[in-house]
C-alpha cells in the first residue's frame, strides 16, 4: 500500500513534525519562560496550524523532508565510521569539524534553493551563462585558498 495515497495523511504527519518540533524549540529555548509546558504547547499548535493552511510552504517542506533524511543517515554513518576508526570524537581535528558543517551547510543550501524553484531560475539566469561570472568565482577561491594559507602558517 501506498501511503502517499492516503488522503489527508502528508498533511497530518507535516502538522505533527511541525508541532513537535516547534515545541521541542520553545522548551529549549525557554522563550517563553521556564515551566510553561502548556503555553509552549499552544503556541507550537498554532504555528502547526497556520504551517499547514500554506500549501506552498507545505509542498516545499514535503520536498525538503526526504532528503533531509537521507544527508542525516549519511552524517549518522560518517559519525558511526569515525567513532570505529578514532573512538572518540573530541580527537577530530577541528578543521575536518569546519570542513564536515560547512559541507552540510552547503548541502542544505542547495536542497532548499531546489525545493523552492530558486535553483532553476539561477540556471536559466542570462547571468550564469557569462564565462565572466565564473571567472570571478574562481579569482575568489583562489584568493581564499591563498588567504587561508597564509593564516594556517601563522
Same mark, same amino acid.
Given at each position: 500500500m501506498d501511503l502517499t495515497k492516503v488522503p489527508f495523511l502528508q498533511e497530518a504527519l507535516l502538522f505533527v513534525l511541525i508541532y513537535v518540533v516547534t515545541f521541542a524549540i520553545l522548551q529549549k529555548t525557554k522563550i517563553l519562560g521556564d515551566g510553561v509546558h502548556q503555553i509552549n504547547s499552544l503556541v507550537a499548535l498554532i504555528i502547526a496550524f497556520i504551517f499547514v493552511s500554506f500549501s506552498s510552504i507545505s509542498g516545499i517542506v514535503q520536498?525538503? /523532508? $526526504? +532528503?533531509?533524511? /537521507?544527508? #542525516?543517515? /549519511?552524517?549518522?554513518?560518517?559519525? =558511526? =565510521?569515525?567513532?570505529?576508526?578514532?573512538?572518540?570524537?573530541?580527537?577530530?581535528? $577541528?578543521?575536518?569539524? +569546519?570542513?564536515?558543517?560547512?559541507?552540510?551547510?552547503?548541502? #542544505?543550501?542547495? =536542497? /532548499?534553493l531546489w525545493a523552492t524553484g530558486l535553483l532553476d531560475k539561477i540556471k536559466s539566469s542570462t547571468f550564469l551563462n557569462n564565462s565572466f561570472f565564473y571567472s570571478i568565482i574562481v579569482f575568489a577561491l583562489v584568493i581564499a585558498a591563498v588567504v587561508y594559507v597564509i593564516v594556517s602558517s601563522k
Open positions: 520536498k525538503i /523532508v $526526504p +532528503w533531509f533524511a /537521507v544527508a #542525516m543517515t /549519511v552524517i549518522l554513518l560518517f559519525f =558511526l =565510521l569515525v567513532g570505529f576508526v578514532q573512538g572518540d570524537f573530541s580527537s577530530i581535528n $577541528p578543521k575536518i569539524k +569546519w570542513v564536515i558543517v560547512f559541507l552540510i551547510c552547503v548541502f #542544505m543550501t542547495g =536542497l /532548499v
